[in-house]
């Protein structure tokens, strides 16, 4: 059966040129496969309804799977292959935060979820961030709307991301959200920061 995968990809407005190379080399490595691949391109400054906007586009487009891509990532070519590959309703790549505090995006058990030279395979988690993630149809057919919100946690006394709250709202209607921690070593959190003297250290 001929699966229908959008990429859904939220931004301001511009998007950086490495991931522009990266989506349109995934798309090529996926012709092949007969699955049509089509793109949900929103641009906006509130996250929460861009996320909102791409899910609709994608429903329209008969989306059998949502792959969201966010313009800041760095992705291998086979990225839509190997996450489809599992078959399962949520699945996303563990990757870095792009600044300070530095760590993975991936939670379990209330911790930060590292993908270690030793991790491999799908590993269920609290949440993750989703820059790169695969959403089944379904998901949002069963979860009823919000899908995004910045709620206020008690807590921590701060709000939480949309991805954050999608991942605990899926959750809660009975989809587990999983990591591939093998595809987690090639996604990459493309950053900028500043650098003092300090973070610089001589050669030995």
């Not at 080399?25 to 949900?40: I, K, Q, S």
């Not at 059998?64 to 790549?93: E, N």
């Not at 988690?125 to 709307?145: I, K, N, Q, S, Y």
Request: hydrophobic share 45%; net charge negative.
């Amino acid at each position: 059966m001929t699966r229908t995968i959008v990429l859904g990809v939220p931004t301001r407005e511009h998007v950086h040129a490495l991931f522009m190379s990266d989506l349109v080399a995934a798309m090529r490595h996926h012709a092949p496969t007969g699955d049509e691949v089509r793109l949900a391109l929103v641009l906006g400054s509130i996250l929460c309804a861009q996320r909102t906007d791409v899910v609709r586009q994608a429903l329209d487009m008969g989306g059998t799977h949502l792959l969201w891509l966010d313009t800041d990532m760095r992705v291998p070519p086979d990225v839509i292959g190997r996450l489809l590959a599992h078959g399962r309703p949520i699945v996303a790549a563990n990757y870095q935060r792009r600044t300070p505090p530095f760590g993975p995006v991936a939670a379990r058990n209330g911790a930060p979820l590292y993908t270690t030279p030793q991790s491999a395979g799908l590993e269920a988690v609290d949440h993750t961030g989703m820059g790169c993630m695969l959403v089944e149809r379904a998901v949002f057919e069963a979860v009823p709307e919000p899908w995004f919100d910045t709620a206020w946690s008690a807590a921590e006394r701060q709000h939480v991301g949309e991805d954050v709250f999608f991942c605990q709202k899926a959750r809660a209607h009975g989809f587990p959200v999983l990591v591939d921690h093998d595809l987690s070593r090639q996604v990459g959190h493309i950053a900028s920061v500043t650098l003092y003297p300090e973070h610089v250290q001589a050669p030995a």
